[in-house]
Structure formats: C-alpha cells, structure tokens
C-alpha cells in the first residue's frame, strides 16, 4: 500500500517539477531570471522524486522494511520542508517556516542513508 504512495508522490512532483520550471520562466517576479535558491529547490525536487520512485519500486519488489518506509517518509518530509517551502518564501512572500529549509535538506540526507541501509540489509538476507 505504501509502495503507491511513494510511487504516486514521486511521480507527482517529478510532474509538478516541470510544471514549477516552466511557470517560473514566465512568471513576472523572475522576469530577471530564476533566483539560485528556487532553481536548487526544483533540481531537488526532481531528484527527489525519482528517489520516491526508487523507494516505492523497491518496497513493490516486495522488499518492504522500515528502513525503506523511513526512506519514503523522510523524502516526503524533505520535499514540504525544503521544496515547497522555498516555492512559498519566493512566490506568495510566506516566510514564517524559513528556518526548517536546512531540516528539510537533513531530512533528504537521512532518507538516502535509509533507503542504502534498506537495500543493504534486504541483499544482504538474500545471500544467507
């Protein structure tokens, strides 16, 4: 059940990813260009969401683990907190959550150290 979660998450914002690039090109506060901070959010972003779909084909394989669960949840995690929220603080002037764009980025971190500790242990039992 959770694989589509993480599979339809990681497709959505891979999407919405494209979507934001190409609003963002037209939109006229970036008439000057794309600021730094947004086009790392939409780089991440992009990336990210191919590792929700990483996280959700490995959990389809059936290779389900609360180590690749964290992983699916921390990258959701990261997505609000780094992503969306740099999107807010640039387009609607919402800067109240500023503080958690480094959690956010901690999160993607911890995520990726989660989905390698649930692969590693799932190869790891299928060798013994």
Request: aromatic share 12%; proline share 2%; glycine share 12%.
């Amino acid at each position: 059940m959770l694989f589509r979660l993480f599979g339809l998450s990681g497709a959505l914002f891979a999407g919405l990813s494209v979507i934001f690039s190409a609003a963002f090109a037209h939109l006229p506060q970036f008439a000057a260009g794309v600021p730094s901070t947004v086009q790392t959010a939409l780089t991440q972003q992009q990336f990210h969401a191919l590792g929700l779909l990483v996280v959700a084909l490995a959990i389809w394989q059936g290779h389900s683990s609360r180590w690749l669960l964290a992983a699916g949840g921390l990258m959701l995690t990261g997505m609000a907190l780094f992503s969306l929220n740099i999107y807010a603080r640039h387009l609607l002037g919402w800067d109240a959550l500023r503080g958690l764009v480094p959690w956010g980025g901690g999160a993607w971190i911890a995520a990726w150290g989660a989905l390698a500790m649930g692969l590693t242990l799932k190869v790891s039992n299928q060798v013994d």
